[in-house]
């Protein structure tokens, strides 16, 4: 017997799922919530229907010790399961001239097929109305694939648990590109919002939805289809 101590293989899988439940109890049983003043998104669409998107968040903490954000983020249509091992979420500070860019501490879970919750860890707890910002990059391969494809339409959403002040979704398209679209979510009678679609310097569409005063729990952004071939 050398006295050495065998090292465990450390599997992160158990920690990240109790690290989730963890916070899902503290979300949904002590009143641990934020508030969104303000969600700027952008997904870019390739030809092969990968994703990149581009988030920049703003919240206030609506509690009195509040020590983690999270959002979910999720795919439409019978996503391969094994793709998701190349799916990346990349949290950070926001940089101003040099200043920012760090990582922060974040964890994901997946909570069924096509679905994933990320937990933002804050270095500090916020109290009651104080604010953080950070963003976000993801990459999601082949997320848009039948949308692109010309098989069915995509809709891309966002919803959150309490009234959100402001918020703006773009979508870019492949160069060569165009789409149908419509609003979702919204009455042009009651709600205040601006929808813009525009061309790139590269020919590529890019379609902006933007609105002010969304309520908690409705779902509100747009849906996407490829015109149909000409005869």
Not at 111 to 129: A, M, N, W, Y
Request: aromatic content about 10%; proline content about 5%.
């Amino acid at each position: 017997m050398t006295g050495e101590i065998e090292a465990r293989h450390w599997d992160k899988e158990p920690h990240s799922r109790l690290l989730r439940d963890y916070c899902d109890v503290l979300e949904k049983e002590l009143d641990h919530r934020w508030r969104v003043l303000a969600w700027s998104q952008k997904s870019t669409i390739s030809r092969n229907g990968d994703v990149r998107q581009q988030l920049a968040v703003t919240i206030a903490a609506a509690c009195d010790r509040m020590t983690f954000v999270s959002f979910t983020n999720r795919v439409n249509w019978d996503w391969p399961e094994q793709y998701r091992e190349r799916v990346t979420v990349d949290v950070r500070t926001p940089e101003t001239n040099g200043i920012g860019g760090t990582r922060l501490i974040s964890t994901d879970h997946w909570i069924r097929i096509g679905t994933v919750k990320t937990f933002v860890h804050l270095e500090s707890p916020l109290t009651r109305g104080e604010q953080f910002t950070f963003v976000v990059d993801v990459f999601w391969p082949e997320m848009c694939l039948p949308f692109v494809r010309g098989h069915e339409p995509d809709v891309f959403l966002v919803s959150f648990g309490d009234t959100a002040d402001l918020i703006n979704y773009t979508v870019v398209l492949p160069a060569g590109f165009t789409a149908k679209l419509d609003h979702v979510g919204l009455d042009p009678r009651q709600d205040s919002y601006a929808l813009v679609v525009r061309s790139g310097v590269e020919g590529e569409v890019e379609v902006s939805l933007t609105v002010r005063d969304v309520p908690a729990y409705r779902k509100v952004g747009l849906r996407m289809d490829r015109p149909p071939l000409s005869a």
